[in-house]
């Protein structure tokens, strides 16, 4: 079967991930039959997209239109037989125990269509287990959505033992067709790829607290502003439920033996059904208390080092056991788990050789299979990293490498395109994502063949949210360290702003904080409908610091900039464009093409014109006659250029002219 082939897909099971799944099928363009074991069940799942796809709508995500017609898309059924009717694609979404699942694909390979795919969204359970209960295990594979499917971008497509080929490439192209990113899985392990780092890890945490070694606010203060993830150990235990965590380390317990072994306080939470948010208490309490109160400064460097080393160990056992590379494994925890960069990364500027030291002293110390250093994660370790040598994964000239950190560059019809990469953090600015927009916006600069500079956000939620907060708090308190983080903001978008060349900034989402003021650096501004833009530092106690209280007022003027920073409210694309921020306002749909072309058609312009035209509005903006002098120097400068006499031959003859910057 090809991708174009597929035009109906089944979900089995209407839950919070059934019905996400179904969702975002339909948003795709796919028929989609909806099932659930009795009729409350699949009408409440029903509801459930109608909400969301409302929602959506009402956030100018999507328009009416386009809701509509993804919900006309959707079949609700209880009749398993009718639900697989024309099936393409069948999706399993069924509660995660094995007997369950392995009874269902009973009941399903009965009615299945011969050429249907099957694939389950199992989280952890194996693949190949599953097949072959099936009458079509080649034609089986994993596919993990993660949760809301609807707003997560990973999908895990995960091989079993018997999976062909075809069967992976088509899943993957059906992930891509529903605006997912697929990661393969190329081999079927327990926990997969993200919950096999994220698990352990919460396992560790566990630890930590019943051995005595730290306390949970300690963890959860290091876990959150000292690695910089997300949320704190047990503050992400009690999100995603601390049962759904244990019974996937039982399942890993089981398969892959004692180093899994779940810590004991975890079995008493679930014991007593203290599950986390779902349940109003877990580690936290949601009910009588005000839930997941971390303090920022309770940072315990042994903890660092500790949960460190067990997930460089996990990731070691993933590359060495070759279930993912270095580039997947990153790339799955960060778009699934919303790290700020991937394990492997983390790992490698740690040190290699110091988790393992790490992980040795625990093993002698405490006896526990768990500090086992893999064979792989040594053999990494003595040749300088995950990706050799300090983790250098620069490209062969020995230029940055862009594609695989926070930000990518590419240039093509002489426009260069600076995109920051970390969709999994709404693009989100920190130290290391301004070092390499500096270096971005430096490599363009240098290359002639660059005429125009396009600068965007990767997905369709933030142009950039702004600063990383987390990084930032992993600083502490220290002015000085302040003080540096906000020159290098400055500095870095200074560049864009003095650079000779045009650069439009594409804003399509969030525009806030840090990431409105480097697209105030921009010459120009193209915005979606659905953007909403501000300045929302003072809500945080701060104030713009990468050149916002500068920048803003030069281009919207002094009244309007303290508007916006000091009432710290959010705009909606056309009001910034009525105050002259935004140039021009375009549907969400047409805002790639539109920046595209604009971009292309400033390319295509007099660079040593354009060069000097940005210099002398820049010097008249605190001097008039300094402004007054290098305009007309540029004058001068241009009467003695071959684009000049192209410029006016080509008005002569009514032609277009073609600029070469001589």
């Not at 979404?93 to 009874?103: L, S």
């Not at 788990?337 to 002293?361: C, H, I, R, S, Y």
């Not at 809500?539 to 030069?554: I, K, M, N, S």
Request: with cysteine.
């Amino acid at each position: 079967m090809q991708l174009e082939d597929v035009q109906r897909v089944t979900v089995l099971g209407a839950g919070n991930m059934g019905h996400g799944i179904a969702e975002v099928a339909a948003l795709a363009g796919y028929d989609v039959s909806l099932r659930d074991i009795n009729e409350e069940l699949v009408e409440k799942g029903y509801d459930q997209i109608e909400w969301s796809l409302g929602k959506l709508a009402e956030k100018d995500r999507i328009g009416d239109d386009e809701a509509d017609a993804a919900l006309d898309r959707v079949d609700a059924f209880v009749e398993l037989e009718d639900a697989l009717d024309g099936a393409d694609v069948v999706v399993e979404v069924v509660p995660e125990k094995m007997a369950i699942k392995k009874d269902v694909y009973d009941d399903v390979v009965e009615y299945a269509p011969e050429e249907a795919v099957f694939v389950t969204n199992t989280s952890s359970l194996s693949i190949t287990e599953l097949s072959e209960v099936t009458d079509r295990p080649e034609r089986f594979c994993g596919m993990h959505f993660f949760n809301p499917p609807v707003r997560m971008d990973l999908v895990e497509v995960i091989s079993g033992e018997h999976t062909s080929e075809e069967t992976l490439e088509l899943i993957e192209g059906l992930a891509a067709s529903m605006g997912k990113t697929p990661v393969r899985v190329r081999k079927d392990s327990p926990g997969f790829i993200v919950n096999r780092i994220l698990v352990p890890l919460m396992n560790e945490a566990a630890w930590i607290v019943e051995s005595g070694d730290a306390t949970m606010e300690a963890v959860d203060s290091t876990t959150k502003f000292d690695m910089g993830l997300p949320m704190g150990s047990f503050e992400l235990a009690d999100q995603v439920g601390i049962d759904v965590g244990y019974h996937v380390l039982e399942y890993m317990h089981e398969v892959l033996g004692d180093a899994y072994r779940p810590c004991p306080l975890l079995g008493e939470k679930v014991e007593a059904e203290d599950l986390g948010k779902k349940t109003g208490k877990g580690f936290y309490d949601y009910e009588d208390g005000d839930g997941a109160q971390i303090p920022s400064d309770a940072l315990d460097y042994d903890v660092r080092r500790r949960l460190l080393a067990v997930m460089a160990n996990e990731t070691a056992g993933l590359i060495g056991n070759d279930v993912a590379d270095a580039d997947d494994v990153d790339e799955a925890v960060k778009l699934g788990a919303g790290f700020p960069d991937g394990p492997a990364k983390l790992a490698d500027e740690e040190g290699l050789d110091a988790l393992v030291e790490t992980l040795d002293a625990l093993a002698e110390e405490t006896g526990e299979a768990r500090y086992e250093a893999t064979d792989y994660l040594r053999e990494a370790a003595e040749s300088g990293g995950f990706r050799g040598d300090a983790g250098d994964a620069g490209d062969a000239e020995g230029g940055p490498a862009f594609d695989v950190l926070n930000v990518d560059v590419d240039a093509d019809a002489r426009v260069g395109h600076v995109e920051i990469d970390r969709p999994h953090r709404m693009n989100t600015i920190s130290g290391d994502v301004l070092d390499e927009l500096a270096d971005a916006i430096d490599l363009l600069d240098g290359d002639d063949e660059v005429r125009a500079i396009l600068l965007s956000g990767a997905g369709d939620r933030a142009f950039s949210a702004g600063a990383d907060v987390q990084s930032m708090a992993a600083g502490g308190a220290d002015p000085i360290h302040a003080v540096e983080l906000s020159r290098q903001g400055q500095q870095t978008f200074g560049k864009f702003e003095e650079s000779d060349k045009p650069v439009i900034a594409a804003i399509d989402g969030y525009c806030l904080g840090g990431g409105m003021e480097l697209a105030t650096a921009a010459d120009m501004r193209i915005a979606s409908e659905r953007s909403e833009l501000g300045q929302p530092e003072l809500d945080l106690g701060l104030l713009p610091g990468w050149g916002g209280t500068q920048r803003l007022a030069r281009v919207v003027g002094e009244g309007r900039a303290k508007e916006i920073i000091l009432t710290a409210d959010r705009y909606d694309a056309e009001t910034m464009a009525d105050y002259g921020f935004v140039n021009e306002v375009v549907p969400g749909d047409e805002l790639d093409d539109r920046a595209r072309e604009l971009a292309e058609q400033l390319a295509g312009g007099p660079p040593i014109a354009q060069k000097y035209t940005k210099r002398a509005i820049h010097a008249g903006r605190t001097d008039d006659e300094a402004g007054l002098e290098v305009e007309a120097m540029g004058f001068g400068h241009v009467m003695n250029t071959d684009d000049l006499i192209e410029g006016v031959t080509a008005f002569m003859g009514d032609g277009e002219p073609e600029f070469e910057g001589k």
